[in-house]
């Protein structure tokens, strides 16, 4: 049994192997042993390349039986949906054991959750501002914490919880074990591994060797005014069994779904601006199979983990090349192969560019077989093509390095003349980074 052959007991590989993991993937080879024998570990790794399973299994192996006494995993996750996640990850693998997993997270009263802490639990998964409210009002003493996991703490650091992780870090026992996850290695995050770790062992999966094998690529070149008849197409082809789009706005997830829905698809929609509760029930229809479509912004990118999904659709090219990893480790996962497919303008040869580099790896250009293209061909778009206007060029400076594309403004498709819905491209692109209050009202 391969996971055994890494010193996880038979039980917790047979979880592993229930959750469809034939063979340990790259990151579970490396980091597993590390956490087994006690080390602070820092781990980079794609989306979709099993990092949950990475500290999930080697953490259920260290606890041994449930102790009602009070929680001794805390795991912090910066999204709702990821939280969710991980804790039914958490659950699934120890099947077998009797530990008992807890998630906290905002958007739903705090009663139900004070309770279920009345009755004891093992292990915590919460985001940082639920988590903050139950330290402040004494509801939760973290002392008898032996392992805190930090998880995708590159979104932490985006959304602006740096200082929660601190007090949170804090309030927890000297004398633990520390993991850090990230999809990506921001500078900041060194910020966090000097005050949370002590020593810790560094593991990093290189984009390229973890998505290079699981996930095809492809570019498909389009006039603006035609993305929306382009997707349409894509689609509609037989090969794609369910999808997920993304976007760079809500406003332009909405628009697109709602075109979408007047073309009779099933379609669902995912951004912060959804309620918890019509957050859950896209998920979950999406996942039944009710809806082949999810619409979806960057934000909402890391809490979706559903199995089978055969294509991820980069409606608008993103303007930060990390983000390109995290939307298509949404397919291709648990060592299936999944498509990535990504619509571009000419004009956004800079960002195309810019991913290719991250990955490692020229993208094809194809054009989609059977779509009428303006002009009877696809256009070219060329990644070493300069801007080719001042406004552009900041705009590019932002999109490689520092500006993220979960919300934010964009630079692309600016024909707005076309008709809002019904052809064309239904996108909108609104000013803004999140802050303070989305990570008050959505972020906890």
């Given amino acids: 049994m391969p996971f055994a052959r890494l010193g996880l007991y038979s039980s917790l590989a047979r979880g592993a192997q229930a959750m469809g993991y034939t063979e340990p993937t790259p990151i579970q080879t490396a980091a597993i042993p590390a ?12 989306t979709g390349t099993g990092k949950t399973a990475a500290f999930a299994l080697p953490v259920l192996n260290r606890l041994g039986p ?4 009070g929680p001794r995993v805390l795991v912090l996750e910066p999204t709702r949906e990821l939280a969710v996640q991980v804790a039914a990850a958490f659950t699934e693998l120890g099947r077998q054991t ?16 004070r309770e279920s802490l009345r009755t004891g639990t093992d292990i915590i ?20 914490v032996e392992v805190l996991v930090l998880d995708e703490v590159d979104r932490m650091l985006d959304l602006g919880f740096i200082e929660d992780v601190k007090l ?9 074990q520390t993991l850090l996850f990230s999809a990506t290695v921001p500078p900041k995050l060194e910020e966090v591994a000097r005050f949370a770790l002590r020593d810790p062992q560094r593991i990093g999966i290189a984009p390229e060797q973890a998505i290079t094998t699981m996930v095809n690529h492809a570019l498909h070149p389009v006039a603006a005014d035609q993305k929306f008849d382009l997707l349409l197409a894509l689609l509609e082809s037989p090969d794609c069994a369910s999808a997920i789009v993304f976007t760079r706005t809500k406003a332009g997830a909405d628009r697109i779904a709602h075109c979408l829905r007047l073309k009779n698809r099933p379609v669902a929609v995912l951004h912060a601006d959804r309620s918890q509760p019509q957050r859950a029930a ?3 229809g999406f996942r039944a199979g009710k809806q082949e479509i999810l619409v979806a912004t960057d934000i909402a990118a890391r809490g979706i983990d559903v199995a089978g999904v055969s294509h991820v659709i980069n409606y608008d090219v993103p303007q930060n090349p990390e983000d390109y990893v995290h939307r298509i480790g949404r397919t291709g996962r648990a060592q299936a192969t999944g498509q990535a497919r990504m619509l571009a303008t000419p004009e956004e040869g800079y960002e195309v560019g810019a991913i290719e580099k991250f990955i490692g790896q020229k993208i094809p250009q194809l054009a989609v077989p059977g779509f009428a293209y ?27 390095g520092g500006q993220k594309a979960g919300e934010a403004g964009s630079h692309q498709n600016r024909d707005y003349r076309k008709p809002a819905y019904g052809g064309g491209n239904p996108t909108h692109h609104p000013k803004g ?10 972020g906890r």
């Fill in 168 to 176: 949170i870090v804090k309030s927890c026992p000297p004398a633990r």
């Fill in 282 to 284: 896209a998920l979950a």
């Fill in 98 to 113: 009797d530990l008992q997993t807890l998630v906290l997270h905002g958007g739903v009263p705090l009663g139900p959750q």
């Fill in 66 to 69: 449930h102790r009602p006494a």
């Fill in 433 to 442: 980074k999140p802050g303070a209050h989305w990570r008050k009202t959505q």
């Fill in 125 to 144: 998964v919460a985001t940082p501002g639920r988590l903050r409210e139950f330290l402040e009002t004494n509801y939760l003493r973290l002392n008898l």
């Fill in 374 to 400: 303006e002009g009877g061909q696809p256009p070219v778009v060329d990644p070493a093509r300069p801007s080719s206007s001042p406004r552009r060029a900041g705009r590019q400076r932002l999109g490689a």
């Fill in 35 to 46: 956490i087994l024998a006690g080390r602070d570990v820092v781990a980079s790794a794609p």
